[in-house]
């Protein structure tokens, strides 16, 4: 049985009932006990008896034990978890990186895994581009009307560029394809590759190509360093360096002042909006760091989240 | 219209199906103790608590049924790690199974257990071959190291035709894995029977206002395209009318919370169109035949479909996002207004590909 709220202790008795304590995160002001309780922590049973619940039953493993929830107003929420990048649909999205600042997709998971397992085949590789060995792109006429279409979406290519540019990007991106396909990373990237995409469910585009081409796209997105690293080593004649210099200008997310002590991956938090009438029109059920799973409307001129950590402190580093 | 629409799909369905209309959101325990086909009929409104209520539905409704299944898929696991055990050791074994309990749990999410048997996620696979009137069928499980064939069985048609996974003869080593998904798929079957679709109605006028062969088409529309495998559907309908020459069609809009409640319908629906009685769409007169096209052609139509949108201040969400056109060209009932309807899904957060894990994201 979960209590919506502790009490301490009853005629010198301690009450053990599970509890879960709500934690504030900035200096929002905190909804009534009563209100809490009655709009997020109650509902009836099949005989119509009034019961305590855990709304977030279904949405943590914790579900239903004693811990902590946190509150913070949306808008400090969207300060420390803003979308640097996707401006999309998140709804398929399982978890954010607090260091690119953007939501992570389940393909983006499953590269990092196979990236932390070939980090370092993957750093000499890039090392090694000549650009004298892949002089021109070599992706699918698919792959390349995919990458057209979400470059342009991206804002790495202008309508006003020269064609040069398209024919760079694609140069850029066969290479990077190149790499992850190379025999020293033992075909893990090709078979992760090879598993079925769906567009805005398994990756934040809209448009579908090759996986490698998305696996590419996205290491550049997530890895900035190995972008910073292959212009650094490329050494290509003058104006292929600077053609590629320039694009990786537009490609390259860029990262705030980093907390080094913050967890870079986090899940994306299941979230309650405790919010007005009038602020309705705000609200955005699913965010880059979080999922509205339901709203409570109050007469409090406020826009709140109450937030499971999903076993994260969120007072701890980052907040 | 709810109860409308809630007579209509009755019409479609049949006595055995449940319906149940406008569910208080309090109420959320009741519905997790439906079992069968169920249809759940609210308010736009309600949308904005889907995620929670499907949820609820899913892990506050843990039956005897549903601890029957658990028990079976931990079975059905520990019997295939012990033969894996023996040729990778325990280690990698422990490892595997921890990988595959996750993997079926996805399923369990997303599919219901009858994901375990089919589909291209399937951990169980049955093969068919038949030859000079003699079947046979094998019955293979998804290993760490492949996909292996665990039991056979033959029939001919002049037998009995077995059912489920009766007559099987284990391959020696999985007899227990074999008796451990027996029992699991004795116990699927009769829970995932246990479907739930989640239908938001909004309509700006009583139902006797728009055409009855429109509502009903729609509506039967949406009965036969549910069908699948998924546990929880949910869809949002919007039936509204359109007015001519810039008057407004019903002075009912959106409230706050109907239009949060859009947020969670995705784009790619279906957009239903019907012309009024005094819709002049047939601007072709020598190919007024064709009257999808003249209606698709007709500028004022579609910039009354048009302003009805912007009344109703919902142009710019996505459910108006590749919307697939549908003409409804019935005339015998042909009412003054002309209206619309849409009928777009809803992100349930439980589809299997979404790869989330009992709840959990993965990371």
């Not at chain 1, 893990?188 to 090759?210: C, E, Q, W």
């Not at chain 1, 899940?267 to 999922?291: D, H, S, V, Y």
């Not at chain 2, 490892?95 to 996805?106: F, T, Y």
């Not at chain 2, 142009?315 to 002309?338: A, F």
């Amino acid at each position: 049985m979960l209590c919506g709220y502790r009490k301490y202790c009853t005629l010198g008795k301690f009450d053990d009932r599970e509890y879960i304590e709500i934690i504030q995160l900035d200096s929002s002001r905190m909804p009534s006990k009563q209100m809490l309780q009655e709009r997020c922590f109650s509902a009836y049973d099949s005989n119509g008896n009034h019961i305590v619940i855990d709304p977030f039953l279904g949405f943590t493993t914790n579900a239903n034990k004693t811990r902590k929830l946190y509150l913070i107003s949306q808008e400090n929420f969207s300060l420390k978890f803003p979308d640097n990048l996707n401006d999309c649909h998140f709804d398929a999205a399982i978890g954010y990186d607090t260091i690119s600042q953007q939501a992570i997709w389940p393909i983006d998971h499953l590269f990092l895994e196979k990236y932390e397992e070939k980090r370092a085949a993957l750093k000499l590789e890039l090392d090694r581009i000549d650009p004298k060995t892949l002089t021109s792109g070599n992706l699918s006429q698919i792959d390349q009307n995919c990458l057209n279409k979400i470059a342009f979406e991206r804002g790495w290519l202008h309508s006003s560029d020269p064609k040069g540019f398209f024919d760079a990007l694609h140069l850029l991106m066969s290479r990077f394809v190149r790499v992850l396909t190379g025999k020293e990373m033992g075909g893990v990237f090709r078979k992760l590759a090879a598993i079925p995409m769906t567009t805005n469910i398994d990756h934040p585009f809209n448009y579908s190509g090759s996986g490698l081409l998305h696996l590419a796209i996205r290491w550049i997105e997530l890895k900035e360093e190995d972008l910073a690293k292959y212009i650094e080593k490329l050494d290509a004649s003058d104006d292929e360096q600077d053609i590629q210099e320039k694009l990786s200008e537009r490609l390259r997310v860029t990262t705030p002042d980093l907390n080094l002590e913050m967890m870079r991956y986090l899940p994306r938090f299941p979230m309650i909006a405790i919010t007005t009438e009038k602020r309705l029109p705000e609200i955005q059920f699913e965010q880059a760091g979080g999922r509205i799973i339901d709203i409570v409307i109050t007469d409090d001129d406020s826009s709140l989240l109450l937030i499971d950590g999903l076993g994260i402190d969120l007072r701890e580093g980052w907040m | 219209m709810i109860e409308h629409i809630a007579s209509l799909i009755r019409e479609e369905v049949g006595e055995e199906v449940n319906i149940e209309i406008s569910p208080d959101t309090k109420h959320l325990s009741k519905l997790g103790e439906f079992t069968g086909i169920n249809f759940i009929i609210s308010n736009l409104s309600d949308a904005v608590s889907l995620p929670l209520r499907v949820r609820r539905i899913m892990y506050a409704s843990s039956g005897d049924k549903l601890n029957d299944l658990d028990f079976d898929t931990e079975s059905m696991i520990d019997s295939a790690r012990q033969i894996m055990a023996q040729e990778i050791g325990e280690e990698e074994a422990d490892k595997w199974a921890l990988e595959l309990d996750l993997r079926i749990n996805s399923i369990l999410a997303g599919r219901g257990p009858m994901g375990i048997f089919s589909g291209s996620e399937s951990i169980i696979i049955e093969e068919t071959k038949e030859e000079n009137n003699e079947v046979t069928q094998t019955l293979q499980f998804r290993f760490q190291n492949g996909i292996r064939k665990i039991a056979e069985r033959t029939y001919t048609y002049m037998d009995k035709i077995p059912v489920r996974y009766d007559e099987y003869k284990s391959e020696r080593g999985y007899e227990n894995l074999l008796g451990s998904i027996k029992s699991l798929i004795d116990n699927s079957e009769t829970t995932e029977k246990h479907k739930f679709h989640h239908l938001f109605v909004w309509s700006d006028l009583p139902p006797t206002n728009f055409q009855p062969s429109f509502l009903e088409r729609v509506v039967v529309d949406y009965v036969r395209r549910f069908i699948g495998h998924h546990k929880h559907t949910a869809k949002i309908l919007i039936v509204s009318s359109i007015s001519r020459s810039g008057k407004r069609a019903s002075n009912d809009n959106l409230s706050s919370t109907e239009t949060l409640a859009l947020q969670r319908g995705f784009g790619g629906g279906i957009l239903y169109l019907a012309p009024g009685n005094n819709e002049d769409f047939n601007y072709d007169k020598m190919n007024n035949s064709i009257r999808s096209m003249s209606v698709y052609d007709s500028t004022s139509f579609i910039q009354s479909l048009r302003a009805r949108f912007d009344e109703l201040d919902i142009s710019h969400l996505r459910i108006l996002d590749e919307l697939r056109y549908v003409l409804h060209e019935s005339t015998i009932d042909l009412v003054d207004k002309s209206a619309f309807a849409i009928v777009s899904d809803c992100w349930t957060g439980t589809w299997s590909e979404s790869k989330e894990i009992d709840g959990e994201q993965v990371l």
